[in-house]
């Protein structure tokens, strides 16, 4: 299974310092769908030589789970990013997540760097992943319409941190613990701009790794907006996520219950059924729920 493959149906993406040899074998042993292995703000400048090594053997000694084993570069803006790909290619990750992207001409410039570093190591072109962190800058948050059209941009995250200190906040919460408007605004500019460019809207992470109700409640809430997926920053996070990203047993009933019914009355576009109109969209979202289980 490539890369690629595994993001489309991922729902948990873990991450885990590429510094830590151990952290590293506990998330691939975990239940996330994809770990993302992380140079950049998980590692302090001085150990990011010795941290691509590390992730490097790790992928070597990983070969089977590699499809799922993703590597989060530095931004191209801190030079750094190309060093990072340039180490970890030849072990062949799953995908790669570009931080804080300007815009379209990032994802231009790490889809070439990708084809080049895949053909120098024999890996079938096109088929290293890439998620984008879509909203850690002002100039991002605004372009995430623009990503449509590469084959390898499979997922869009969104963050509020980065964001928050680049427009000079002192918070991006309200006083009772919401996300201010600003960010509210990024996340659907993620959520709207993954759709333009067909790759699957991943939520942004619940720093409060203990508290399994409000990740539960955060994780129904994004699944039911459209979003596919969530990050994860500790194990723990990952079967939760994973179980409220798919369908309940009570959703796909329903689901069949309507594709039934359709199929029951072809040429019928519209359908009452229990009291509530049933037409196209409601055939499309149950199709797709159907789909998501599978
Ligand atoms: N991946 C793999 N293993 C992890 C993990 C992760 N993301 N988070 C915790 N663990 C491990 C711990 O190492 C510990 O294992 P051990 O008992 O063998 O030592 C076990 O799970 C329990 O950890 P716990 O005590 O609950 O948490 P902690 O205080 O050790 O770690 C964090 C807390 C936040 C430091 C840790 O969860 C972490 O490193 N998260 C990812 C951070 C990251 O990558 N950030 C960058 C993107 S935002
Ligand atoms: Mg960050």
Partial sequence: MSGIATAHGARSWLFVPGDSERKMAKACASEADIVLIDLEDAVAEDEKTDARVKVQQFLRDNESERHRLWVRINPLSSGLALSDLVRIMPAAPGGVMLPKPIGRKDVERIDHYLAALEAAHDIEPGTTGVIVVATETPHSTLATREYGGFDRLCAMTWGAEDLATALGASTNRTPTGDYTFTYQFARSACLIGASVAEARAIETMHGDFRDEAGLRTLARTASAEGFGGMIAIHPAQAAII?????????????????????????????????????????????????????
């Fill in 242 to 294: 994973n179980e409220c990203f798919s369908p309940s047993a009570e959703e796909l009933t329903k689901a069949h219950e309507i594709v039934a019914l359709f199929a029951a009355y072809p040429g019928k576009g519209t359908i009452g059924h229990g009291g509530v109109m049933l037409d196209r969209p409601h055939l499309l979202r149950a199709e797709a729920i159907i789909a998501r289980a599978r």
